[in-house]
């Protein structure tokens, strides 16, 4: 590895590593921010899920001002204005000006997140690339686990604010390594940028993703709301597409999805995302509720899997570049497969130690097989000058497929919940509360039930409900280990 690699290589470990790890670690501050703020449940949830929601919108112009203004002019931008905006966040007086100032954030990360893939793509030749991705990759996932970490200690230390105050000195150390350290790169053509391709995009993927948020929420208003918002996000990505197809210089060149490898991984990671996102998110509640455990014991069952998935991924990234994506990209998702299709039977038994924990270092094997070659895959299924928007196309997929599971397969849970429930034999009126509760809504005993027959019904319920769920994710990415499989053509074998 050169100086220049190196240097290229820890500055988007550092500025990739601010983003993802910001996306989790404010979870562990809501209550005390709640509590200094005067702010209400939902302002909060808007200053979590408002990070994300701009995220995801801003992706695709994030990679393709990375690809018209240069890579490394852009990347320090987004960490620029990421480092403001966590200042502000740190000095915030009121849950508005959290919610905006997270939104700004997730802005500065649209620009650095599509930038950092295709920075190392544009440094690290092809033979050498998925080692890079993979030390990239393992880094930012140790970041994402460890965020909650440090911001639990940083909040009895001191106060929710340093969670958002530590991130200007990373940020500044970041900027100085890519402006001083990393040459701007030629880019392959000075055309203008395409405003109005990038206003149909933001605002498609913005809707898109707004109206997956609020689908998940109970209110009716609020899923009629949602079902609008998808509908007008799916017209503007539509018309997206149209002007993409008729402009001279579009700021997604539509060839790209010409390129087989390019389709087969962007689907590859709609499914898999899909798959993952669904059962990680309903495990921990489905643990809590079904089996007794406390809040912290659920959460640290996700340790082994990130060190599983951040250990693996180097060697991920190896295999890439020995043996080409196909074999990984179809060996690490049926790995996760497998264990998404014994999370159910694993969580029945509710052994910390011989069930849960097994199974979610399967499934972290699985992933850290998959995750460099799947960028790696990426990068170089993109033509030169186009790895910046490749990349965030990708991004903006891999959020958008965990947003709709999460939206989508609390249905799944509660068929599978409401067929258990039915074949319990309980009194009538302890059934008819079992009845009308649903996984995830405990049931209120009846004056004069059994409460301790009627929690054991609701527990068994559960699980039925949870194991529906996790073979419907199993089987979504086991299809994802056949798109591998057929798109990625065939195994070439590298020199060392």
């Not at 930038?115 to 990759?137: C, D, N, V, Y």
């Amino acid at each position: 590895m050169t100086p220049q690699q190196f240097r290229v290589l820890i500055a988007t470990v550092l500025g990739s590593s601010l983003a993802f790890a910001d996306g989790s670690i404010v979870t562990v501050a809501i209550p005390k921010m709640r509590e200094a703020l005067g702010a209400t449940l939902s302002q909060m949830q808007w200053a979590s899920n408002g990070y994300t929601l701009v995220l995801a919108a801003f992706l695709l112009l994030g990679g393709a001002a990375g690809d018209r203004y240069g890579l490394r002019r852009v990347f320090a931008a987004g960490i620029a204005l990421f480092a403001c905006a966590s200042l502000a966040c740190g000095l915030v007086a009121s849950p508005r000006q959290l919610i905006v100032a997270r939104a700004v954030q997730g802005f500065g990360g649209a620009m650095m997140t599509p930038g950092s893939l295709a920075l190392l793509a544009a440094h690290f030749p092809e033979a050498q690339r998925g080692r890079a991705i993979g030390a990239w990759a393992a880094s930012t996932s140790i970041a994402a686990a460890l965020g909650p970490l440090l911001g639990g200690w940083l909040i009895d230390q001191a106060s929710w604010r340093w969670i958002f105050l530590i991130n200007p000195p990373i940020a500044a150390a970041a900027f100085a390594i890519a402006i001083s350290g990393i040459a701007e790169l030629p880019r392959a053509e000075e055309k203008p940028m395409d405003w109005l391709g990038a206003l149909l995009a933001v605002c498609g993927l913005g809707a898109l993703t707004l109206g997956l948020t609020l689908l998940g929420q109970p209110r009716e208003a609020a899923t009629s709301t949602a079902f609008w918002l998808g509908a007008a996000g799916v017209v503007s990505l539509a018309l997206f597409l149209i002007w993409e197809a008729r402009i001279g210089a579009p700021m997604l060149p539509l060839r790209l999805f010409r390129i087989r490898s390019y389709c087969g991984v962007n689907a590859l990671t709609l499914l898999l995302y899909f798959a993952l996102a669904g059962a990680i998110f309903f495990l921990p509640s489905t643990l809590i509720e079904a089996d007794g455990w406390s809040a912290a014991k659920a959460g640290s069952i996700f340790m082994g899997f990130t060190a599983t998935l951040a250990l693996v991924s180097r060697f991920g990234g190896g295999i890439a570049d020995r043996f080409g994506v196909r074999l990984p990209l179809t060996l690490g998702p049926a790995l996760t497969a497998l264990g998404l299709a014994l999370l159910g039977p694993a969580v029945a038994n509710g052994d910390y130690w011989l069930a849960v924990i097994p199974n979610m270092l399967l499934i972290g094997l699985g992933m850290g097989v998959t995750v460099a070659p799947l960028s790696t895959a990426v990068m170089n299924s993109a033509p030169a000058g186009h790895s910046g928007v490749a990349s965030g196309v990708n991004n903006a997929v891999a959020r958008v497929a965990g947003l709709f599971a999460v939206a989508s397969l609390g249905a799944v849970a509660g068929f599978g919940f409401r067929g258990a429930a039915g074949a319990i034999s309980l009194p009538e009126a302890p059934r008819a509360a079992l009845l009308t509760s649903g996984f995830g809504q405990s049931p209120v005993a009846p004056a004069g039930a059994d409460a301790a027959q009627l929690a054991a019904a609701y527990a068994q319920a559960t699980l039925a409900g949870f194991s529906t769920l996790a073979l419907v994710c199993a089987i979504v990415a086991a299809l994802s280990a056949m798109v591998g499989f057929l798109t990625l053509g065939r195994v070439t074998p590298r020199s060392p």
